[in-house]
C-alpha cells in the first residue's frame, strides 16, 4: 500500500514539473527590440509576445524591413515603435529599431 502512494505522488510531481516547465517554455517568445543611435545599440526593450507594436518613421528618409520568414524587423533614418499591451501604451524614438526573438 505503501509503494501505491509513493508512485502516485511520483507521478503528480513529475507532472507538475513537466507542466511548469512547458508553461515557462510558452511564457517566452516575445520579443526585444534594440534601440540604436550612431549604430551602437544604447537601449534593450523586451516585450511579451501578446503585445501589439507599430513603427512610423519619424521623419522622410525612415525606412523599415519586415522579414516574413524570422519575423525580424528593422527602421532606419528614425523611427518610432509604439508598443500597446490592453489599454495602455508606450512610444520611443531612436535613430534604429531593431527587432530579435527573446532567448530566454
Same mark, same amino acid.
Given at each position: 500500500?505503501?509503494y501505491? =502512494? &509513493?508512485?502516485? $505522488?511520483?507521478?503528480? !510531481? !513529475?507532472?507538475?514539473?513537466?507542466?511548469?516547465?512547458?508553461?515557462?517554455?510558452?511564457?517566452?517568445?516575445?520579443?526585444? =527590440?534594440?534601440?540604436? *543611435?550612431?549604430?551602437?545599440? %544604447?537601449?534593450? $526593450?523586451?516585450?511579451?509576445? *501578446?503585445? @501589439?507594436?507599430?513603427?512610423?518613421? &519619424?521623419? @522622410?528618409? #525612415?525606412?523599415?524591413?519586415?522579414?516574413?520568414?524570422?519575423? &525580424?524587423?528593422?527602421?532606419? #533614418?528614425?523611427? %518610432?515603435?509604439?508598443?500597446?499591451?490592453?489599454?495602455?501604451? %508606450? @512610444?520611443?524614438?531612436?535613430?534604429? %529599431?531593431?527587432?530579435?526573438?527573446?532567448?530566454k
Amino acid at each position: 500500500m505503501k509503494y501505491k =502512494y &509513493a508512485a502516485a $505522488l511520483v507521478a503528480v !510531481v !513529475v507532472t507538475t514539473l513537466s507542466l511548469a516547465a512547458l508553461a515557462q517554455k510558452q511564457g517566452s517568445g516575445g520579443k526585444v =527590440y534594440l534601440l540604436k *543611435s550612431g549604430g551602437e545599440t %544604447i537601449a534593450e $526593450l523586451r516585450v511579451r509576445a *501578446s503585445a @501589439s507594436f507599430t513603427i512610423q518613421s &519619424a521623419n @522622410s528618409s #525612415g525606412h523599415s524591413d519586415y522579414n516574413v520568414a524570422t519575423g &525580424a524587423m528593422i527602421a532606419t #533614418g528614425g523611427a %518610432i515603435l509604439t508598443l500597446t499591451t490592453g489599454t495602455n501604451s %508606450i @512610444s520611443v524614438r531612436a535613430d534604429e %529599431i531593431e527587432s530579435v526573438p527573446d532567448s530566454k
